[in-house]
């Protein structure tokens, strides 16, 4: 009779619900195998580059220039020419997971290619997944895995939804970041965002106000639309600490000074995002070129709003 192999031990790992205390319990060598990018490293290389730009990396393999196209994998090599171009102007990646998960498995490994490659050449640089994820608590736990263990990215763009037990696994993770999706800036964000309650609370406001109690400015962000305008000082009167991570400025036409005149606090708080206006700003085999040209205009915008706010 053949023996039934016994079961392999299992590897403890925190529950949705763990305080930072146990993680640390559970997981004691974190600290030491994934990097970190707390609020004053932020701080400091925002002040330091005078910027507080995020560039986007929506690589669309049918937008690449042909330069590219006869390598192994195209979208990690246009990656790596757009980051080397762009790294002294920023302070932030953002890739969104939707375009490399589009290519199947060759996609997702030029998003680990680029995440590793970033963290190696420029690890003072902040890297966002843009995945918005978000579900009950244990499949939200394994989304928190991947992303913070197997990736080591330093934030997560995540769905409020679901309510606290959805959001809460992300939290577990020391010296890593929840980026909660709060006021958008697509058309169909009134659909929900913009209702009110009885007593004139929106919904924005409800999640804003609600989440706060979940996390902290040390380890939350949110997401807010640059095409909100003043409603910036609507965020702000809720959460004025915390960094905004500001998507529509560029190509869907949102205003970075009206951003920063409501949108910024003491710390700067906020990291502006730009994609298509930078990536796709050349397509010809000069497109890094062309990248470092728009990145460099938006730091410099941005340097002259530091400095306007008495920031730099």
Same mark, same amino acid.
């Given at each position: ?29 974190? %600290? ?97 997944? =843009?995945?918005?994820?978000? =579900?009950?608590?244990?499949?939200? %736990? ?90 910036? %000082? ?79």
């Amino acid at each position: 009779m053949l023996a039934v192999p016994s079961a392999p031990k299992a590897i403890c790992r925190p529950s949705f619900g763990v305080t930072n205390a146990l993680f640390t319990h559970f997981l004691p060598n974190f %600290a030491d195998k994934y990097t970190h990018m707390d609020r004053a490293k932020l701080t400091s290389q925002i002040f330091q580059k005078k910027s507080f730009l995020c560039v986007g990396l929506d690589t669309d393999m049918r937008k690449l220039p042909e330069c590219v196209l006869g390598v192994e994998d195209p979208l990690f090599e246009f990656n790596k020419a757009i980051v080397d171009a762009t790294a002294d102007y920023c302070v932030a990646y953002k890739p969104n997971l939707a375009f490399y998960e589009s290519m199947g498995s060759k996609g997702v490994k030029a998003f680990e290619r680029t995440v590793a490659y970033i963290k190696e050449r420029y690890p003072d640089q902040f890297v966002i997944a =843009d995945a918005k994820r978000g =579900d009950i608590g244990n499949t939200s %736990a394994m989304y928190a895995r991947s992303f913070f263990e197997e990736n080591d990215v330093d934030a997560l763009t995540v769905a409020p939804y679901m309510g606290r037990d959805s959001v809460e696994p992300f939290l577990g993770y020391e010296g890593k970041w929840v980026v909660l999706l709060a006021l958008t800036s697509n058309a169909g964000s009134a659909d929900f965002q913009l209702t009110a309650d009885a007593d004139g609370e929106r919904l924005f406001e409800k999640v804003l106000r609600r989440s706060m109690e979940w996390g902290t400015a040390d380890n939350m962000m949110y997401v807010v639309g640059a095409t909100r305008g003043a409603m910036f %000082a609507d965020v702000r009167k809720i959460a004025p600490d915390h960094f905004l991570l500001v998507p529509g400025v560029g190509v869907q036409g949102g205003s970075l000074h009206e951003v920063c005149k409501y949108g910024m606090n003491k710390d700067c708080g906020l990291l502006v995002n730009s994609s298509r206006g930078i990536i796709y700003a050349g397509g010809g085999d000069d497109f890094a070129e062309k990248a470092a040209e728009a990145a460099k205009a938006l730091q410099m915008e941005m340097a002259g709003e530091l400095h306007a706010a008495g920031l730099a």
